[in-house]
């Protein structure tokens, strides 16, 4: 069975090489100094940033990996599908996804735009086949991003059963997309998304097991590299201040603090306490010299 993934080792240990190899890139990286953290702490924190942002990457390449690997499909990436005028009509229309799932168009007719999806999967076998976004999926993907991926999405669909049959994969009976949310919190309507809790039974192959071996390789390469990310900043802390307040709070001391001597010149606030009535004020003792109150 042909597999385009651009990949010729998809064994467990070359994705483990893979998840080294991103964080081989991100301390290999060039970032800015920001003027206020300096630059031991700047390239530290860019390295985190651009572990994560690619450990992304490591989810769509254990995802395919893993489809690929249990040699039941056939697997693309960073597919490049039509958007036809027909397929934009039907959607500007405001079709149900119901009345769309049964409609398939040609991919070769007249276009209005291209559309690229993470991951396409066919089954021939099965004659089906599907077309998948693919979100990390720990924090939510902004707003106005949302609706154009879900559109990009039932355009890709609308066509896929052709493209698949012009590939040479054989006829589709069933298509299908969405979004493969890995973590689940990319803020996509839950209908139309697939968490890793759902990614095993959704392929009927494991999938999830080949991600979290990269995740957990990705995570033991970045508590390797710690000490030489975040050591020069701490080397920088000058010896004597490390473990002492700062320096506002020692100016303080020096001079009194006159924070302290203020609060203890102050009383906690109070509320105006139980509300009593005339005559219990009168038969209240008054302080010497005091007059008492008028009724």
């Not at 249990?70 to 397929?87: E, F, G, I």
């Not at 396409?120 to 693919?134: L, M, N």
């Not at 924090?139 to 890709?156: D, F, S």
């Not at 924070?259 to 009383?267: G, H, K, N, V, Y």
Request: glycine content about 8%.
């Amino acid at each position: 069975m042909a597999k385009h993934l651009g990949l010729t080792d998809v064994s467990d240990a070359a994705l483990i090489r893979a998840a080294r190899g991103a964080m081989a890139g991100a301390l290999a990286g060039e970032f800015p100094e920001d003027p206020v953290i300096g630059a031991d702490l700047s390239r530290a924190l860019s390295v985190l940033g651009s572990t994560v942002k690619r450990h992304g990457g490591l989810i769509e390449l254990g995802i395919a990996g893993a489809l690929i690997a249990s040699d039941r499909y056939v697997v693309l990436t960073n597919v490049t599908l039509p958007v036809t005028k027909a397929a934009g009509q039907l959607l500007d229309a405001k079709n149900s996804d119901q009345a769309l799932a049964k409609i398939k168009l040609s991919a070769d007719s007249e276009a209005e735009g291209i559309v690229n999806v993470d991951l396409v999967v066919v089954d021939p076998d099965a004659k089906w086949a599907g077309a998948y976004e693919i979100k990390r999926g720990n924090g939510a993907t902004e707003h106005g991003k949302r609706r154009p991926i879900m559109r990009k999405l039932a355009a890709a669909r609308l066509v896929l059963a052709s493209y698949v049959r012009q590939a040479g994969y054989g006829t589709m009976e069933n298509v299908t997309s969405g979004v493969i949310d890995y973590y689940g919190a990319s803020g996509f309507d839950k209908n139309l998304t697939l968490s890793r809790e759902h990614l095993d039974a959704h392929f009927d192959v494991p999938v999830v097991a080949t991600v979290e071996a990269m995740t957990a390789a990705l995570h033991e390469e970045l508590l390797i590299a710690l000490p030489q990310l975040f050591g020069p900043f701490l080397a920088s802390l000058p010896e004597a201040n490390r473990d002492a307040k700062p320096a506002s709070n020692r100016r303080r001391a020096a001079a009194g603090d006159p924070d302290t001597a203020l609060q203890s010149l102050m009383i906690p606030p109070a509320g105006p306490g139980r509300r009593v009535s005339c005559s219990d004020r009168v038969s209240e003792p008054s302080l010497p010299g005091t007059p008492r109150a008028a009724h």
